[in-house]
């Protein structure tokens, strides 16, 4: 089975302190994703990485960055969390398209509440 | 990216069949069509996905048109646990769907 582990499933930090998200895939995907998740806005995609040390902007970067030093792992980065960041943050992994029909793995969540 | 358009909600009881509706009129030649599910406090769960004509497996039914500018999701006789929100995508796998875009999606509510 496809296994997409997000390190913490509930996170509470202070507003200001570096925050790191953790996402470990073990089917060798090329593609990772973070998202948030907010109530009536669906999933808003942050950050994708089409391979290692590779890293695109998605809809909302502003406050975040991405790590991808390894093929298995993506780190999602608050620099300096504030309230407007709480949220449930999501990451996923896909294979590279190859022609054919493709799927998106996602992890279980880490609800992070910035106080 | 082609956008896609879904009703926010809808209502059914169980053993019904559901379908619902995505709009994509500006979908690409090489564009396929995949539906998510996603139940509270968990990620998008993959249900289906197609190019063209229907797609069946042990969970839905997917239905395009010729011109692919809709699809429908089937659900066959929905039990309580269909409650969830449903997702519509397109992307083309040449790009690796490399920037998977969620819009709203479909909140279906079964009810006994």
């Known amino acids: 089975d496809v296994k997409v582990t997000q390190s913490s499933r509930y996170l509470v930090k202070r507003t200001g302190e570096k925050v790191f998200l953790e996402c470990v895939q073990d089917m060798d995907h090329e593609n990772m994703f973070w998202y948030r998740q907010d109530p009536g806005l669906g999933l808003r995609l942050i950050y994708f990485?089409?391979?290692?040390?590779?890293?695109e902007k998605g809809d909302i970067p502003e406050g975040y960055s991405v790590s991808r030093e390894k093929k298995e792992r993506f780190s999602l980065i608050l620099e300096s969390a504030s309230t407007n960041q709480t949220s449930m943050y999501l990451c996923a992994s896909s294979p590279a398209g190859t022609g054919g029909e493709t799927e998106a793995f996602f992890g279980q969540g880490t609800r992070l509440t910035v106080v | 990216l082609a956008k896609t358009t879904q009703p926010i909600s809808m209502d059914s009881y169980e053993g019904q069949e559901v379908n619902i509706t995505c709009s994509h009129n500006n979908i690409a030649t090489n564009d396929y069509i995949t539906w998510y599910q996603q139940f509270p406090s968990q990620g998008p769960r993959f249900i289906i996905q197609g190019y063209k004509t229907k797609v069946t497996n042990e969970v839905a039914s997917l239905f395009i048109p010729a011109d692919r500018k809709s699809s429908t999701l089937s659900l066959p006789r929905v039990s309580l646990s269909d409650t969830a929100v449903y997702y519509c995508l397109v992307g083309s796998p040449e790009d690796g769907y490399s920037t998977l875009t969620f819009g709203k999606g479909t909140m279906l509510l079964v009810s006994p």
């Open positions: 990485s089409y391979d290692v040390k590779m890293k």
